[in-house]
C-alpha cells in the first residue's frame, strides 16, 4: 500500500460552471469560522449565571480544562472521519456512518437519538431567542407596535435565516457566516470595553471551588461544535494539517471571548446576587451600567449574530446527519425543501407554540447528549479503529488508549453527577 503524506489532501473538490472543471478547496479561515461561529452561541450568554457561585479563577480553571476536553474529542472525531474516507473511498462521511461503520447499528441508534435530541433542543432555543430579540431590534428601529406574539418572532427568525440558508450556496453561506462571525467579535469587544468599566478587582478574590462542579454541563453545550467536524473535514479536502488547525483555533477564539467575559461579567456583580435571583440574567448588570443605550445595542447585536452563527452550524449538522441516513438525497432543488422542512419545521412549531419548552431539558439533554456524542463514542470509535492495523491510519491525537479512557471517564463522571443530582432533587 502506498503510504499517504498526512499534510496532503484525500481528494479534490471540484465543481461544474459552464462547461468547465473548477477546483474548489476549502480554506483554513472559512472552516475555522464555521467552527467558532458555531460554539458561540446562546452558551455564551448563560455561561456567567452558573460561574457566578464559584469565582472567577475556579471558572477560568473549569472553563480551560472542559476546552481540552473538548478539543481531543473534536480532533478524534476528525481522525476517525479520516480515516474512514481514506478506507471506504468515499468524499464525505457523516457521523452516523461513522459510528455505525466502526461500532455497529445499535450504538448508531443510541448515537442517532442523542443527536437528533440535541440539536432540536437547541434550534428551538436558538429560533426562540433569536427571533424574540429580532422583534424587539424592530420594534425599536422601525416603530412596530409592542406585544407582538411571541410566535411572530421565531417564524419571522427562521424564515429570514433558514431561508438564506436554503437558497444560497455553501461558498456563498460560508462567506456569510464569516461576516457574521467578524460582527460577532466587533460587538464582543465594544462590550468588552464598556463592560470594564464596572470590574470590581475585588470580585477576583472571590472564590468557591465547591460550586465549581454546577457550571461543567453548560460550559460543555457553550463548547460544542462536533456536530459540524464532518463538513469541515470535506470542505479541507481531507487535508489533517489543516483540519487540525480549523479545529485547534476554531475552539480556542471562543475559549478566550468565554473567559474575557466571564471574568467582566464576574467582576462586575457580588456572588451574594446568586442567593438573590434564582434566574440570574448577567446582561441586566450591563444595561443597568452607566454606559447607556449603546450598550443595549451592543447587546443586542452581539446577542442575534452569536445565535445566527450557531443556527447556521447547527442546521449544517442535521442535513449532513440526514443526507447521511438516506432519508434524503440533496440532488437538487426539489429534493432540497423537503429535506429542509425536516430541519426546520419541527423546532420552529414548537418554539412558536411555547418558547420555553426546552429550557430546563436543554441542560439535562447537553450533559447526556453531549457526554455521549463528545465524550464516549468518539473515544470509543477511536478505540475500535486504532485496533485494526491492516490499514495506515492517521493519528491526530496522542496518548493512545490512556487519553481515550480518561475521555470515557470524565463522561461517565459528569452523567453520574447530572443523575444524582436529579435524584437528590
Not at 462536533?226 to 494539517?241: A, Y
Not at 449544517?316 to 423537503?338: C, E, K, N, S, T
Not at 441542560?363 to 485494526?388: E, V, Y
Amino acid at each position: 500500500m502506498t503510504s499517504i503524506n498526512p499534510a496532503t489532501r484525500l481528494f479534490s473538490r471540484l465543481e461544474l460552471n459552464e462547461s468547465q472543471l473548477t477546483h474548489q478547496p476549502g480554506s483554513v479561515f472559512s472552516s475555522t469560522a464555521l467552527i467558532a461561529g458555531t460554539t458561540v452561541g446562546a452558551g455564551i450568554l448563560a455561561l456567567p449565571a452558573v460561574t457566578l457561585p464559584s469565582g472567577i479563577l475556579p471558572s477560568t480553571v473549569l472553563l480551560i480544562l472542559v476546552w481540552l476536553y473538548t478539543l481531543v474529542s473534536g480532533l478524534l472525531i476528525a481522525e476517525v472521519n479520516l480515516n474512514s474516507m481514506r478506507l471506504e473511498g468515499r468524499l464525505s462521511v457523516g457521523f452516523l456512518a461513522m459510528v455505525e461503520n466502526t461500532l455497529g447499528k445499535l450504538a448508531a441508534k443510541i448515537a442517532g437519538g442523542a443527536y437528533l435530541f440535541m440539536h432540536y433542543a437547541l434550534l428551538v432555543a436558538y429560533m426562540a431567542q433569536g427571533g424574540e430579540i429580532l422583534i424587539s431590534a424592530l420594534t425599536k428601529v422601525g416603530g412596530i407596535p409592542n406585544h407582538l406574539p411571541g410566535w411572530l418572532g421565531t417564524t419571522t427568525f427562521t424564515i429570514l435565516f433558514g431561508g438564506i440558508m436554503y437558497w444560497g450556496r455553501e461558498k456563498f453561506i460560508a462567506k456569510l457566516n464569516s461576516a457574521f462571525v467578524a460582527i460577532v467579535i466587533a460587538s464582543f469587544l465594544g462590550l468588552l470595553l464598556l463592560g470594564t468599566g464596572q470590574v470590581k478587582s475585588v470580585q477576583f478574590l472571590f472564590q468557591d471551588w465547591g460550586a465549581v462542579g454546577s457550571a461543567v454541563s453548560v460550559m460543555l453545550v457553550a463548547l460544542f461544535y462536533h456536530n459540524i467536524v464532518p463538513v469541515v473535514v470535506t470542505q479541507l479536502e481531507g487535508d489533517s494539517r489543516k483540519v487540525r488547525q480549523s479545529i485547534v483555533i476554531g475552539s480556542a477564539i471562543p475559549l478566550v471571548m468565554f473567559l474575557a467575559w466571564n471574568a467582566v461579567i464576574l467582576g462586575s456583580v457580588n456572588p451574594e446576587m446568586v442567593q438573590k435571583y434564582h434566574h440570574f440574567d448577567p446582561l441586566q448588570i450591563l444595561r443597568a451600567g452607566g454606559a447607556g443605550e449603546w450598550l443595549g445595542v451592543l447587546v443586542s447585536i452581539f446577542s442575534e449574530f452569536a445565535i445566527v452563527t450557531s443556527f447556521i452550524g447547527f442546521v449544517y449538522g442535521l442535513v449532513d446527519f440526514f443526507q447521511d441516513v438516506a432519508l434524503i438525497r440533496q440532488r437538487g432543488l426539489d429534493q432540497r425543501l423537503p429535506l429542509y422542512s425536516l430541519i426546520l419545521l419541527p423546532p420552529m412549531s414548537l418554539g412558536a407554540v411555547n418558547p420555553h419548552i426546552f429550557i430546563t431539558a436543554l441542560d439535562i439533554s447537553g450533559t447526556f447528549s453531549i457526554s455521549i456524542l463528545g465524550g464516549i463514542i468518539p473515544a470509543l470509535m477511536t478505540w475500535k479503529q486504532r485496533q485494526n492495523q491492516d490499514h495506515v491510519h492517521q493519528l491526530l491525537v496522542p496518548g493512545g488508549r490512556v487519553t481515550l479512557m480518561i475521555m470515557i471517564m470524565v463522561a461517565l463522571v459528569i452523567m453520574t453527577r447530572q443523575i444524582l443530582s436529579m435524584v437528590r432533587f
